[in-house]
């Protein structure tokens, strides 16, 4: 019974204590996670040759091997890939080259 309390306690201590540092912590992770969105760019490729179920596996994995490349969303249905990427570190060009050399040839929307 004393240990349970002690342990309570002591989160209790803990939890209220430690607020105030981990507000200060996230701050620096909150802005750097806000710039890296500012910066990031989405692009919409259309994929006519996806025949299969496959199909958008190699897509996805072939864009997403792109240095720069953050996230590959890919629509079998709509046979498209929406792409989120950061300009300074690749460029649509080279996601669609890396989508064409897998076997797929990708052109942007728009």
Same mark, same amino acid.
């Given at each position: 019974? +004393?240990?349970?309390?002690?342990?309570?306690?002591?989160?209790?201590?803990?939890?209220?204590?430690?607020?105030?540092?981990?507000?200060?912590?996230?701050?620096?992770?909150?802005?750097?996670?806000?710039?890296?969105?500012?910066? $990031?760019?989405?692009?919409?490729?259309?994929?006519?040759?996806?025949?299969?179920?496959?199909?958008?596996? #190699? %897509?996805? +994995?072939?864009?997403?091997?792109? $240095?720069? @490349?953050?996230?590959? $969303?890919?629509?079998?249905?709509?046979? #498209?890939?929406? %792409?989120?990427?950061?300009?300074? +570190?690749?460029?649509? $060009?080279?996601?669609?080259?890396?989508?064409?050399?897998?076997?797929?040839?990708? %052109? @942007?929307?728009?």
């Amino acid at each position: 019974m +004393k240990r349970l309390l002690f342990a309570t306690a002591g989160l209790l201590t803990i939890g209220v204590s430690g607020l105030p540092l981990i507000g200060s912590i996230s701050s620096p992770a909150l802005v750097s996670v806000a710039q890296a969105a500012e910066t $990031e760019q989405t692009a919409t490729f259309d994929v006519p040759s996806m025949t299969c179920a496959l199909c958008p596996v #190699t %897509v996805r +994995k072939a864009m997403e091997a792109v $240095e720069g @490349v953050r996230e590959v $969303e890919v629509n079998f249905d709509a046979r #498209t890939a929406i %792409v989120v990427f950061d300009p300074a +570190k690749t460029t649509i $060009e080279a996601i669609a080259t890396a989508s064409a050399n897998a076997g797929y040839p990708a %052109v @942007v929307r728009g």
